[in-house]
Antibody, heavy 115, light 110 residues
Framework: QLQLQESGPGLVKPSETLSLTCTVSGGSISSTSYYWAWVRQPPGQGLEWIGGIYYSGGTYYNPSLKSRVTMSVDTSKNQFSLKLRSVTAADTAVYYC???????WGQGILVTVSS | QAVVTQEPSLTVSPGGTVTLTCGSSTGVVTSGHYPYWFQQKPGQAPRTLIYDISSKHSWTPARFSGSLLGGKAALTLSGAQPEDEADYYCLLSYSGSRPVFGGGTKLTVL
């Protein structure tokens, strides 16, 4: 059964870089049938698409975040990652990783931006 | 960037039927938008109910169904249960692989 698990710091200081990793189990990240994504949800708000990445490394990002986002994939570890630079309090949210193709979600990780 | 619209809130009686819709600012929603529907309860991660307009996961209750209706994607709940009270989000994909979420519908079963 496919499972995704986010990991990373739960607290990041303003102006620093948020870094998260998603570990995929029960399936290969190298499948050509799917791609992998990050989604976030600020407290009390709706879902926001951050970006997606293919196992080959091809990426596409939400235009509103594109200048600050980098996603990468490590097929040897069956993981993919998110980096969001120059964070502010507005980036405080639950961050979810997901497989797009049926859309399977991780459980989410709350990241708070605060000094 | 396209805007995806959903009803902010809807109420359904227990045992009743309700249809949630998902529209696009770019025009008619088609199969090419690969509509998804997600259910989210407080404090939980979203759960995928419907993908590719009407396909269901093994965990999707039979009372939920997806379709295209009147130029929009639609999620119909037939025979609402108290446990169906939740937020529902749709997702549409656009050219260039830039999916956009709707703002969500808060469904009350009352």
């Amino acid at each position: 059964q496919l499972q995704l698990q986010e990991s990373g710091p739960g607290l990041v200081k303003p102006s620093e870089t948020l870094s998260l990793t998603c570990t995929v189990s029960g399936g290969s990240i190298s499948s050509t049938s799917y791609y992998w994504a990050w989604v976030r949800q600020p407290p009390g708000q709706g879902l926001e698409w951050i970006g997606g990445i293919y196992y080959s490394g091809g990426t596409y990002y939400n235009p509103s975040l594109k200048s600050r986002v980098t996603m990468s994939v490590d097929t040897s570890k069956n993981q993919f990652s998110l980096k969001l630079r120059s964070v502010t309090a507005a980036d405080t949210a639950v961050y979810y990783c997901a497989r797009v193709g049926g859309f399977y979600w991780g459980q989410g990780i709350l990241v708070t931006v605060s000094s | 960037q396209a805007v995806v619209t959903q009803e902010p809130s809807l109420t359904v009686s227990p045992g009743g039927t309700v249809t949630l819709t998902c529209g696009s600012s770019t025009g008619v929603v088609t199969s090419g938008h690969y509509p998804y529907w997600f259910q989210q309860k407080p404090g939980q991660a979203p759960r995928t109910l419907i993908y590719d307009i009407s396909s269901k996961h093994s965990w999707t209750p039979a009372r939920f169904s997806g379709s295209l209706l009147g130029g929009k994607a639609a999620l119909t709940l037939s025979g609402a249960q108290p446990e169906d009270e939740a937020d529902y989000y749709c997702l549409l994909s656009y050219s260039g692989s830039r999916p956009v979420f709707g703002g969500g519908t808060k469904l009350t079963v009352l």
